[in-house]
Structures are given as C-alpha cells and as structure tokens.
C-alpha cells in the first residue's frame, strides 16, 4: 500500500520561499501521476500542480504559475514543490496525492478526485 508523508511546511514571510517534500514509501511512484493540492480554512480543497509518472508535463494552476515548481526525483521516490514569492493567499494545508499506477499513462490530472492515495498535510502559513 501507498503511503505518503508531506514534509517542509512552516511559516514564511511573504515574497520568501518554502519547499515541500512528498515521500512515498510502500510502493514506487514511478507509475503514478503526482499532484498537490491546498486547502484553506473554510474553503474548498484546490488544485495546485501536478506530474507526470514520467516527471515530465507539470500542469499548475494559473494562481501558483511562475511562482511554484513541481519535480520528480525517482531515486527518491519523492516529489517536491518549490514554492517562490510566496503571498498571503497561498496560506493552506498542502497535501500531495499519487494515482494508482499506470491510471495515467501521459500526463496527470488537475482535479483531486482523480488520485487515490493522500498524505497527511503540510501546514503553509505566509505571514508578516
């Protein structure tokens, strides 16, 4: 079985950068498209970026792009999210989710309800 644990979250200044970490264990994440999503308190669950199982063909949503960048390392098993220029707006839980394996065979999927397999969350607090 899957499992995912988010890690890199805390509190940042706005404009400052935060990097988060989505380890797998259980399973590889080669075959698996990758996603992060947020959640902000009292607001639905949103799509932030996602990847490939091939750690290519990122996909961000138009609030995070050219600010935040999705990677894959698959020695790792980990995908990470660089976070850049970071604003107030972006303060959420961040949870990473993986597909089942071979679900996407090209590309990933935007929306949450298409992965199966979630972490526990990452608290992202930008704050001055």
């Known amino acids: 079985q899957l499992r995912l644990v988010e890690s890199g979250g805390g509190l940042v200044q706005p404009g400052g950068s935060l990097r988060l970490s989505c380890v797998a264990s259980g399973s590889t994440l080669d075959y698996s498209a990758v996603g992060w999503f947020r959640q902000a308190p009292g607001k639905e669950r949103e799509e932030v970026s996602c990847?490939?199982?091939?750690?290519?063909?990122?996909k961000y949503a138009d609030s995070v792009k050219g600010r935040f960048t999705i990677s894959k390392d698959k020695g790792e098993n980990t995908v990470t999210l660089q976070m850049n220029n970071l604003k107030s707006e972006d303060t959420a839980v961040y949870f990473c989710?993986?597909?089942?394996?071979?679900?996407?065979?090209?590309?990933?999927?935007?929306?949450?309800?298409?992965?199966?397999?979630w972490g526990q969350g990452a608290q992202v607090t930008v704050s001055s």
């Open positions: 990847i490939s199982r091939r750690g290519d063909k990122p």
């Open positions: 989710a993986a597909a089942r394996p071979l679900k996407y065979i090209e590309g990933c999927p935007l929306e949450h309800d298409e992965y199966d397999y």
